[in-house]
């Protein structure tokens, strides 16, 4: 059997769970910066505000929702799918509904920390969580598929939504995107009727982390190389979004039209397909604590190429690398809490990389927008950024190395 079929194969045994996965992901996509940010001149106008404050009251929002995640994000052990996503999906649509409606600009910031906690957040969280607990020889090719959720928004929602909007009010497409969201609710509760609870995945499909037992969120917390990985699970959240959410002004200060700009974003996005694929392969292969500290790499040429870019040919190729460090972003990262720590309480452990996460999509824009407020060039910054990729990426190196080693067997 080829490697197409077997992928194949695997995709229609295991169809209703990687469905789930993909769409919770997408449905992410509706908190989700590329997603908020494409309203941003909207939002600016309508309240009356300048980038710094703009970012400032996202970097509000954002980090109430990263510090609601260290409590929140443990549900998923305890709570099966169908019950907690469906939930959380619920309450997405609710804050798309406020966002539509919300007239006070001093209730921005919790129409932002409603968006992102529930999108960005606990819908995001969800989805990986069900993937890394489902799964275990197969987890990178089940968080690969997942993620095209997520790609899928990411490819899809700019270019349509930046069209829409010259001939449809932007609060309507929030009341669509609220509309979408209940709909879909129903094809989750559809797609899990079997699923099995948290608890009797962990008996019957659990796989060890480090010196083959299961860590404890405390003990992961104490061990060196969950904090030796931070600066890559915040960097890449933080600045990444950051260029999302200031896109619009990216493009106005390179002289483009945001629609020419956002019309490159599906390149990027079929670079992170492409690489998706490929590091959901390879850490089946070789395991993800041993791809740990490549796949920052493309972007520091990337971030480099923003701040050159005398054209669009050359972001575009920027927007590519961007991709192609998505997927190890949407794939070695989330595999290698599971290997590291283990499956029976990933929930917990995760929720706090993922308040990390969030919190440094939080600091990105509110620093990149203060720093634009008092002059210096976000293209300039995008050098500084390009600088801190390098260092997450050479500062794993060594300690995943050993890690590794301690792994109970080799995947």
Known sequence: MTGLQTYLRFIRDNAPFLATGALLSFLSSFGQTFFISIFGGEIRAEYGLTNGEWGLIYMVGTGASAALMVFAGGLADRFRVRILGIVVVWML???????????????????????????????????VVSMARWF???????????????MLGEAV???????LKSFIDWHMLFVGAAAFCVLASAVLYRLLRLERTPQSVAETN??????????????????????????????????GTAFWFHQ?????????????????????????????????????????????PVYLLPLVLAFVLHWY?????????????????????????????????????????????????????????????????????????????????????LVMVVPARRAYATLPTTP
């Open 248 to 292: 619009a002004h990216f493009a106005e200060i390179k002289g483009w039209s945001h629609l020419s700009l956002v019309a490159v974003f599906p390149l990027g996005t079929l670079a992170l397909l492409f690489s998706t694929l490929a590091y959901g392969w390879a850490i089946d292969r070789f395991g993800a604590v041993r791809l740990l």
């Open 93 to 127: 649509a609710l804050a798309c509904l406020a966002m539509a409606f919300n007239p006070f600009v001093v209730l921005l910031p919790v129409v932002i920390f409603a968006l992102r906690f529930t999108g960005q957040g606990m819908t995001s969280h969800v989805a």
């Open 206 to 239: 659990q796989s060890f982390g480090m010196n083959g037992r299961f860590w404890t969120r405390s003990e992961a917390l104490r061990h060196p190389l969950f904090w030796i990985m931070v600066p890559a699970v915040m960097s890449f959240s933080g600045f």
């Open 157 to 163: 929602l700019p270019l349509t939504m930046v069209w």
């Open 136 to 150: 275990v020889a197969t987890r990178g090719r089940a968080l690969a598929i997942a993620a095209f959720g997520f």
């Open 309 to 393: 870019a005398p054209s669009l040919g050359w972001t575009a190729l920027a927007i590519i690398l961007m991709g192609l460090a998505g997927g190890g972003q949407a794939t070695i990262l989330n595999a290698c809490w599971a290997e590291l720590y283990g499956t029976r309480h990933i929930g917990s452990i995760k929720s706090v990389a993922t308040a990390l996460m969030v919190l440094g999509s939080a600091i990105g824009p509110g620093f990149s927008g203060w720093l634009i407020d008092i002059g210096i060039g976000f293209e300039v910054q995008q050098l500084g950024y390009a600088a801190l990729f390098a260092f997450a990426a």
